[in-house]
């Protein structure tokens, strides 16, 4: 398993929170618990603090999404070697269960953490694993999501870098906004050339990502 995997945990714990809706499903133990997925181990040690700590946590996290997602590498770095620093892990060499053709295991990376509670586990693994997916794939491939009111976070796969909205759902309401947007425009302007670059979108998206100029998070 790479390491840079593990930035997903960063992910689902900044996604349960979405300020500009007033949304907020980490409410209950068995919230946080469902965040660790298939590391039920850790789930078990979820307790009622660990509601506030993990929140605390979240806040931090999507602080770094947002440095990152205006450009400021210095701040976004920062605000995750604290995290860093606070959280620690070592790095193991695990094998499991999972053996190649010759019955020989499958050596891979694996991030053990020691924490004092289910929160220091959780905060270390994920800052450990958006610290990896950072230094591998580069700062601006943190990104919120460009779709108002939406500002998920995500984490930029594509070849090109374009990736623009956090799921299919946002990059398909965004194109259909933007569609609506021009036609209203063409109707208030009837003079409006349609082959001017206003009219130059499409109301079909392009992908399931959004596409923006490489490097840029065009804002």
């Known amino acids: 398993m790479e390491l840079a995997y593990y930035s997903d945990y960063a992910v689902r714990l900044v996604n349960t929170e979405e300020p500009a809706r007033g ?3 980490l409410t209950s133990v068995e919230a946080v618990r469902e965040l660790f997925v298939d590391n039920q181990s850790a789930a078990r040690r979820t307790t ?11 806040a931090r996290l999507r602080a770094v ?3 990152a997602d205006t450009g400021d590498e210095t701040l976004a770095v920062d605000l995750l070697n604290s995290l860093l620093l606070e959280f620690p892990v070592s790095p193991q060499i695990s094998g499991h269960d999972v053996r ?6 499958l050596w891979h990376m694996h991030l053990a953490d020691h924490p004092s509670n289910a929160t220091a586990g959780y905060a270390a693994i994920a800052a450990m694993g958006l610290a990896f997916h950072l230094t591998e794939y580069g700062v601006d491939r943190l990104g919120l999501c460009e779709a108002a009111p939406c500002r998920n976070a995500y984490l930029d796969t594509s070849t090109n870098r374009s990736r623009r909205y956090c799921s299919d759902r946002c990059a398909t309401r965004a194109n259909v906004a933007a569609y609506r947007a021009r036609k209203r425009l063409e109707a ?4 409006l050339p349609e082959s001017t670059g206003l009219a130059a979108d499409s109301a079909q998206p392009s992908s399931a990502q959004g596409e923006r100029s490489p490097g840029l998070r065009g804002r």
């Open 188 to 191: 208030a302007r009837p003079d």
């Open 100 to 105: 190649d053709d010759d019955g020989r295991p």
């Open 65 to 67: 999404f947002e440095a």
């Open 48 to 58: 009622d603090a660990d509601v506030t700590r993990f929140r605390s946590v979240r």
């Open 23 to 25: 949304k907020d499903t």
